[in-house]
């Protein structure tokens, strides 16, 4: 099938075309160089680009996933988020070619206690959520074959994520205190900074990898609709960050619990935002690994690619 993937160098992009290059004839598309240029919030590029290649599918990475940037500039977090889902939808829907588009738990406002369905309904808390379902409704009312495959807390051995951050800051903190005391940084007898970490936000952990399968698993599936998508299980930020670093053996470093208070940012995040494949257990094909089996792959490859 001939697929156009968008957002092609992010975190996620990246994986999704490496997925899907062995069977799909792959055109990866980006605002960054090194893919087919294509800034989504440019309508006529986005038409010109869709009937130029006639593609049977898009896979819709690209956004503006800086959470708090949103916040900072809803205008720019609206023209991507949410006009460029519906240039991209428009343009999708005159060739009839199905789309999927990737979204987010910060569709739900956190409040419910209990993971959310795909019957729930969206009360999102802040622009990035606000933005993402507006993307969410442009691919539903314009695509007759569309997916929206809502997922959470992505991490992988590259681009910018949680995950990454953590074992990175970890690795300098203990290179720091390892390192030989010198005249300009004596640094003998001087412990390891813990990581302070928050724990009243509870989530599930998504590999790249994994959720880049997924999403080619729905190639030419004719279950359209909307999917929610995670590693199994759920944890806080805090738990999250104490796995990465048990399992990669840096034992030396602690990770402090901390309140959301403790870490100020722009954006109010969603307390509970675990999503529930209710879809998937319904259809019987919910086969997501747990998020500590996805940790320890994460681990093995950040440590491979290190070398
Ligand atoms: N990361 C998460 O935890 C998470 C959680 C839930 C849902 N998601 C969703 O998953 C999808 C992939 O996320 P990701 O983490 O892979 O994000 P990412 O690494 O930021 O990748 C997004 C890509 O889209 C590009 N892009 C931004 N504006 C664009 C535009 N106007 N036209 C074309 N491309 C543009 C970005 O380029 P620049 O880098 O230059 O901006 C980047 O290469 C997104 O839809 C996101 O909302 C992510």
Request: proline letters at 6%.
């Amino acid at each position: 099938m001939r697929i156009i993937v968008t957002g092609a160098c992010g975190m996620l992009g990246r994986l999704v075309c490496s997925a899907l290059e062995p069977k799909h004839h792959v055109i990866p598309t980006d605002v960054l160089e090194g893919c087919e240029r294509l800034d989504i919030i440019d309508t006529t590029q986005v038409f010109d680009t869709i009937s130029r290649f006639r593609p049977e599918m898009v896979i819709h990475c690209a956004a503006m996933t800086d959470v708090d940037g949103c916040e900072r500039d809803p205008d720019r977090a609206y023209l991507v988020n949410a006009v460029g889902t519906w240039n991209l939808a428009c343009a999708c829907a005159s060739i009839d070619c199905t789309i999927a588009y990737v979204s987010t738990d910060y569709v739900f406002d956190g409040e419910k206690g209990a993971p959310y369905t795909e019957f729930d309904q969206p009360n999102p808390i802040g622009v990035y959520g606000a933005s993402k379902l507006a993307g969410e409704a442009a691919v539903k009312e314009l695509c007759r074959k569309h997916y929206i495959v809502r997922t959470s807390w992505v991490f992988a051995p590259h681009g910018k994520n949680f995950a990454l951050t953590i074992i990175n800051a970890a690795e300098n903190r203990i290179r720091a205190a390892t390192s030989p005391p010198t005249h300009l940084s004596p640094k003998e007898g001087k412990s390891i900074e813990p990581l302070r970490v928050v724990a009243d936000q509870i989530g599930s952990p998504t590999y790249a990898k994994d959720l880049a399968e997924f999403l080619v698993s729905l190639v030419g599936s004719p279950l359209y609709g909307t999917y929610h998508y995670t590693n199994a299980g759920s944890c806080s930020w805090h738990e999250f960050a104490s796995t990465i670093i048990e399992t990669a053996g840096m034992t030396q470093i602690g990770v402090v619990p901390i309140k959301s208070e403790e870490w100020p940012t722009p954006t109010r995040r969603p307390k509970y935002s675990v999503l529930r494949h209710y879809r998937l257990e319904l259809l019987g094909r919910d086969s997501a690994r747990p998020w500590q089996d996805a940790v320890r792959e994460f681990v093995s490859e950040w440590t491979t690619a290190k070398r």
